[in-house]
């Protein structure tokens, strides 16, 4: 691990607690010279009423209300930066956890998890402590829906190659990283996908009654209305037109009211939202990217037509938080009597759902690639001493590594072992000890496989890999609810990988210790059946065993099997691993050490 990395974390969050307290001084600045503004109101009443000047309060009051409203428009400003650098601050305090802890504040993608998926429930992709929760850092739920699915399956070679390239893109942007992080930060605990509720909103029209003639109508009624309202002081028999307009334009307003609940019922909850959209939006268009997959997403923000998806969201939010206004009762009343606004507002937002709602749905859909890649070149970042998997071509099997080790073992516990399979096929039985590493380096090759073909980088010096088809058989356990023993869900799991070998090409598995669930002679046979089945079929992988019968099928198999083993050293009494991978079968069992410590002494018979 790189100190440089986390020297960069511990800067960005001195920095953001700067601008924090800045930030909250301006604020609270603000809020101070907002209740100024309040009292010169009650002030320029007073002095209106005293000397019965209506034309000093309306010039005093439209002065008075814009320096106000400026004034809130800055306030909301300066609070929405000191947002930004909270959310900036948690996610560098969020990398360097991850580092020395393997924490996170993202999802860990428990949702995902499925005891019958060829190998996540086995390798620990998904759930607490998982490699997800390594990796994950997207927010929204399209991000996170799409990271799941990079680890749930391998890609093709060019999509593999087409990632690592935008990865080391984004790796190279830290800072864009970091910042897109913290403004997407918002979306981090919410329960429900506030998207999915806005797409459908976009797709679904909503009726205006006499929406032909009220659009015209809401230009040109509130102009007669100002010039009433105006004339009225020259002329007071105008004013019965102005009375006559804005009982109209309530009426109007009334009729409509249901068109107007149905906006509101979505778009009115998510103006805000929408802003910060548009923040990130235009982060991602300003932003100079080189990798082709990298350059696709962000042309997906830019539609055709050219126009910045950033100031078209803008505009959206701009239109939602403007029909909002309404919320205030005597603020509404209102602009609905003088501006037709709840109409006006509503056409509006419905003009924008005809001209650009497609665009914008893709445009989405860009931002969680974007949330994916992020992810992966987190660990591009934090891990600089792991490796870009190579690809291998080859009609058999590749997969060597040089130090792999476990992504999920911190760096000062793990042991990496070398492993080499190259463009072959074989069946490569481990044997040894309890506790020796057997399970741990079955999973280590597993999960960085998966790893390297998500287009991620893997925990190893060195690494190369064919596209292949995990499938493991590793923790197998029974089931009250679907009343399944543990040898009857070991036979499933036994089917559901002779399945896969028939159905699909490139099936590479991992097994540990098969049939437990059984007496040891049927353990023994039925194992020697199952791997002389997969032999006879040329299938590829790995399975480790404590029956050392099982390593005698090298012998049978010379030209197909491999022994490979874990050992331990007994020094006074005393075991001793060293965790690495050796050739050949094992000679040293711990079994009967490891019970007389629990008091129990055992005899050969």
Same mark, same amino acid.
């Given at each position: #691990?790189?100190?440089?990395?986390?020297?960069?974390?511990?800067?960005?969050?001195?920095?953001?607690?700067?601008?924090?307290?800045?930030?909250?001084?301006?604020?609270?600045?603000?809020?101070?010279?907002?209740?100024?503004?309040?009292?010169?109101?009650?002030?320029?009443?007073?002095?209106?009423?005293?000397?019965?000047?209506?034309?000093?309060?309306?010039?005093?009051?439209?002065?008075?209300?814009?320096?106000?409203?400026?004034?809130?428009?800055?306030?909301?400003?300066?609070?929405?930066?000191?947002?930004?650098?909270?959310?900036?601050?948690?996610?560098?305090?969020?990398?360097?956890?991850?580092?020395?802890?393997?924490?996170?504040?993202?999802? +860990?993608?428990?949702?995902?998890?499925?005891?019958?998926?060829?190998?996540?429930?086995?390798?620990?992709?998904?759930?607490?402590?998982?490699?997800?929760?390594?990796?994950?850092?997207?927010?929204?739920?399209?991000?996170?829906?799409?990271?799941?699915?990079?680890?749930?399956?391998?890609?093709?070679?060019?999509?593999?190659?087409?990632?690592?390239?935008?990865?080391?893109?984004?790796?190279?942007?830290?800072?864009?990283?970091?910042? #897109?992080?913290?403004?997407?930060?918002?979306?981090?605990?919410?329960?429900?996908?506030?998207?999915?509720?806005?797409?459908?909103?976009?797709?679904?029209?909503?009726?205006?009654?006499?929406?032909?003639?009220?659009?015209?109508?809401?230009?040109?009624?509130?102009?007669?209305?100002?010039?009433?309202?105006?004339?009225?002081?020259?002329?007071?028999?105008?004013?019965?037109?102005?009375?006559?307009?804005?009982?109209?334009?309530?009426?109007?307003?009334?009729?409509?009211?249901?068109?107007?609940?149905?906006?509101?019922?979505?778009?009115?909850?998510?103006?805000?939202?929408?802003?910060?959209?548009?923040?990130?939006?235009?982060?991602?268009?300003?932003?100079?990217?080189?990798?082709?997959?990298?350059?696709?997403?962000?042309?997906?923000?830019?539609?055709?037509?050219?126009?910045?998806?950033?100031?078209?969201?803008?505009?959206?939010?701009?239109?939602?938080?403007?029909?909002?206004?309404?919320?205030?009762?005597?603020?509404?009343?209102?602009?609905?009597?003088?501006?037709?606004?709840?109409?006006?507002?509503?056409?509006?937002?419905?003009?924008?759902?005809?001209? +650009?709602?497609?665009?914008?749905?893709?445009?989405?859909?860009?931002?969680?690639?974007?949330?994916?890649?992020?992810?992966?070149?987190?660990?591009?970042?934090?891990?600089?001493?792991?490796?870009?998997?190579?690809?291998?071509?080859?009609?058999?099997?590749?997969?060597?590594?040089?130090?792999?080790?476990?992504?999920?073992?911190?760096?000062?516990?793990?042991?990496?072992?070398?492993?080499?399979?190259?463009?072959?096929?074989?069946?490569?039985?481990?044997?040894?000890?309890? #506790?020796?590493?057997?399970?741990?380096?079955?999973?280590?090759?597993?999960?960085?496989?998966?790893?390297?073909?998500?287009?991620?980088?893997?925990?190893?010096?060195?690494?190369?890999?064919?596209?292949?088809?995990?499938?493991?058989? #590793?923790?197998?356990?029974?089931?009250?609810?679907?009343?399944?023993?543990?040898?009857?869900?070991?036979?499933?799991?036994?089917?559901?990988?002779?399945?896969?070998?028939?159905?699909?090409?490139?099936?590479?598995?991992?097994?540990?210790?098969?049939?437990?669930?059984? +007496?040891?002679?049927?353990?023994?046979?039925?194992?020697?059946?199952?791997?002389?089945?997969?032999?006879?079929?040329?299938?590829?992988?790995?399975?480790?065993?404590?029956?050392?019968?099982?390593?005698?099928?090298?012998?049978?198999?010379?030209?197909?099997?491999?022994?490979?083993?874990?050992?331990?050293?007994?020094?006074?009494?005393?075991?001793?691993?060293?965790?690495?991978?050796?050739?050949?079968?094992?000679?040293?069992?711990?079994?009967?050490?490891?019970?007389?410590?629990?008091?129990?002494?055992?005899?050969?018979?």
């Amino acid at each position: #691990m790189s100190t440089n990395v986390l020297s960069v974390y511990t800067q960005n969050i001195s920095l953001s607690e700067q601008q924090i307290k800045y930030y909250q001084q301006r604020v609270n600045l603000f809020s101070v010279l907002r209740l100024v503004a309040f009292g010169c109101l009650l002030a320029l009443v007073y002095w209106s009423v005293k000397i019965g000047s209506l034309g000093m309060f309306a010039i005093g009051a439209v002065a008075i209300g814009a320096v106000f409203n400026w004034l809130v428009g800055q306030q909301n400003q300066f609070d929405k930066q000191r947002n930004y650098y909270e959310s900036f601050k948690a996610v560098n305090q969020n990398e360097i956890e991850s580092v020395n802890a393997h924490t996170n504040i993202y999802d +860990n993608g428990q949702a995902y998890a499925d005891d019958k998926h060829f190998y996540t429930a086995d390798l620990d992709i998904f759930g607490q402590a998982s490699l997800y929760q390594l990796t994950n850092r997207a927010a929204t739920v399209p991000g996170k829906n799409l990271l799941a699915r990079w680890l749930k399956a391998p890609a093709s070679k060019p999509d593999i190659l087409s990632r690592q390239e935008a990865i080391e893109d984004i790796a190279s942007k830290t800072g864009w990283k970091l910042k #897109m992080q913290a403004m997407l930060l918002f979306n981090n605990k919410q329960e429900t996908d506030e998207l999915d509720r806005l797409f459908s909103y976009l797709n679904k029209p909503v009726i205006i009654p006499g929406e032909a003639w009220l659009r015209y109508y809401v230009k040109v009624a509130p102009w007669i209305m100002i010039v009433a309202i105006v004339a009225s002081f020259y002329y007071a028999p105008v004013k019965h037109l102005a009375t006559f307009l804005g009982l109209l334009n309530f009426a109007i307003t009334g009729l409509t009211s249901k068109a107007t609940q149905q906006t509101d019922l979505i778009a009115g909850r998510i103006g805000n939202t929408l802003k910060s959209y548009a923040d990130i939006f235009k982060s991602i268009e300003e932003e100079q990217w080189a990798a082709k997959l990298s350059i696709a997403l962000a042309q997906e923000i830019k539609p055709a037509n050219g126009r910045s998806t950033a100031l078209v969201v803008a505009k959206l939010s701009a239109h939602i938080n403007s029909l909002n206004a309404r919320l205030n009762l005597v603020v509404g009343f209102v602009l609905n009597v003088v501006l037709v606004w709840n109409v006006r507002y509503v056409i509006a937002i419905e003009d924008w759902k005809r001209n +650009n709602h497609e665009n914008v749905e893709a445009a989405f859909g860009a931002i969680a690639g974007f949330e994916a890649l992020l992810s992966v070149a987190g660990l591009r970042i934090n891990h600089p001493e792991w490796c870009m998997p190579q690809i291998a071509e080859g009609a058999d099997y590749t997969l060597t590594a040089k130090a792999i080790a476990h992504p999920l073992i911190k760096g000062t516990v793990a042991v990496a072992n070398d492993y080499t399979l190259v463009n072959t096929r074989t069946v490569d039985i481990i044997t040894g000890s309890n #506790m020796a590493g057997k399970s741990t380096f079955l999973r280590t090759l597993g999960i960085n496989t998966v790893l390297a073909l998500a287009g991620a980088p893997a925990c190893a010096q060195a690494m190369q890999v064919s596209v292949v088809q995990l499938f493991s058989y #590793m923790r197998i356990k029974d089931s009250l609810n679907e009343s399944t023993s543990t040898f009857k869900a070991e036979l499933d799991r036994l089917q559901m990988l002779l399945q896969a070998v028939e159905e699909q090409p490139n099936i590479f598995f991992l097994i540990d210790e098969m049939l437990r669930g059984t +007496n040891s002679v049927d353990k023994y046979l039925g194992s020697k059946a199952v791997i002389e089945r997969l032999v006879s079929r040329r299938e590829v992988g790995l399975v480790a065993t404590h029956d050392l019968q099982l390593a005698e099928l090298e012998k049978q198999y010379s030209d197909y099997i491999r022994n490979f083993y874990f050992d331990i050293q007994v020094q006074d009494g005393e075991m001793l691993f060293d965790y690495k991978l050796k050739p050949g079968e094992c000679k040293t069992f711990n079994a009967s050490l490891l019970l007389e410590r629990i008091g129990i002494k055992t005899q050969a018979e």
